[in-house]
Antibody, heavy 121, light 106 residues
Framework: EVQLVESGGGLVQPGGSLRLSCAAS????????MHWVRQAPGKGLVWVSR????????RYADSVKGRFTISRENAKNTLYLQMNSLRAEDTAVYYCARDLGDSSGYYLDYWGQGTLVTVSS | SYELTQPPSVSVSPGQTASITCSGDKLGNKYACWYQQKPGQSPVLVIYQDTKRPSGIPERFSGSNSGNTATLTISGAQAMDEADYYCQAWDNTTVVFGGGTKLTVL
């Protein structure tokens, strides 16, 4: 069974940093691209970042570019999101999600339960 | 940046057909997918590559995409289908979500 379990969320002051982790199991983690998606309270889904299977290629939403860094450790089956210079508008539930791997595009077929990040003084 | 537009809400009576639209510039030239999200739960992929259903998704869910509009159709909507639905595509290797549509079955 595919499982994605996020951790590392919490309360942080504006300007602070946080690192999220996503532990993967039930599939060959090193074969799949992965994504981070966030959802502010009561709002819609917003894509944050993606990383390819070996970690050599990454992409970011403009809203987080230069502040967030996605990475992965395939030996530990773990995906990360390092978040720096956090702002109030970064407050959201952060989901990690697996990319289906279809050559026609990006489809997120498994999602974690999410971890809440609150940026407030 | 690329934008996808969805109606905020759609209502349907049980057993009837619900259609949720997603509009974007030349969206028909891209592939779209759809997610279902129930309150307090993580999103679930229900349609990908415009028309394909992942394993375990009921046949009453179908999709289409042409011109500037992708459509998610739920035939014979059930109370359990009441949820938020999000379309998604991508542009220049970045993923884009629509704003979401709340489907009410009543």
């Amino acid at each position: 069974e595919v499982q994605l379990v996020e951790s590392g969320g919490g309360l942080v002051q504006p300007g602070g940093s946080l690192r999220l982790s996503c532990a993967a199991s039930g599939f060959t983690f090193s074969s799949y691209w992965m994504h981070w998606v966030r959802q502010a309270p009561g709002k819609g889904l917003v894509w944050v970042s993606r990383i390819n299977s070996d970690g050599s290629s990454t992409r970011y939403a403009d809203s987080v570019k230069g502040r967030f860094t996605i990475s992965r450790e395939n030996a530990k089956n773990t995906l990360y999101l390092q978040m720096n210079s956090l702002r109030a508008e970064d407050t959201a539930v952060y989901y990690c999600a697996r990319d289906l791997g279809d050559s026609s595009g990006y489809y997120l077929d498994y999602w974690g339960q999410g971890t809440l990040v609150t940026v407030s003084s | 940046s690329y934008e996808l537009t969805q109606p905020p809400s759609v209502s349907v009576s049980p057993g009837q057909t619900a259609s949720i639209t997603c509009s974007g510039d030349k969206l028909g030239n891209k592939y779209a997918c759809w997610y279902q999200q129930k309150p307090g739960q993580s999103p679930v992929l229900v349609i990908y590559q415009d028309t394909k259903r992942p394993s375990g998704i009921p046949e009453r869910f179908s999709g289409s995409n042409s011109g500037n509009t992708a459509t998610l159709t739920i035939s014979g909507a059930q109370a359990m289908d009441e949820a938020d639905y999000y379309c998604q595509a991508w542009d220049n290797t970045t993923v884009v979500f629509g704003g979401g549509t709340k489907l009410t079955v009543l």
